[in-house]
């Protein structure tokens, strides 16, 4: 009986769609993924990806900095109302899917959503700015 707890659990992990196994960073990519399929495939369409703050329930719920890295990486620092760093969690998840034109750092206040401008170049999905 004991052996089939840790599969149950898995089982419930599965059916509720894996968001507990997600981090902000995470997140974020998979929005970007999800915005660069609905960015215009003619050359120089525009798109802005308004992303609904990285925090999940009980997750950075603080001020964030997020850092789209012109190499492909994506970085998020969670913060307290202090400013010192509580988490922080990267990827290069999107990567396959955008390229990031130069390096771009943002810090948001708590709840403020972060906008990435998307832009269609050389056929490519690629990130522009962000605010």
């Given at each position: ?47 802005t990806l308004?992303?609904r703050t ?78």
């Amino acid at each position: 009986m004991t052996r089939l707890l840790p599969f149950a659990a898995l089982v419930a992990l599965a059916l509720t769609g894996c968001k507990g196994l997600t981090d902000p960073a995470t997140r974020l990519a998979g929005d970007i993924e999800q915005a660069s399929g609905d960015l215009g495939s003619d050359e120089g369409a525009r798109l802005t990806l308004v992303h609904r703050t990285p925090s999940a329930a009980g997750e950075c719920e603080g001020p964030y900095r997020v850092q789209l890295d012109d190499v492909g990486a994506l970085f998020v620092w969670c913060r307290d109302a202090r400013g010192a760093t509580v988490s922080s969690h990267s990827t290069t998840a999107h990567g396959s899917y955008v390229d990031t034109a130069r390096t771009l750092v943002v810090d948001k206040p708590a709840g403020s959503p972060l906008r990435i401008g998307l832009v269609r170049r050389n056929g490519r999905a690629t990130i522009v700015g962000a605010s």
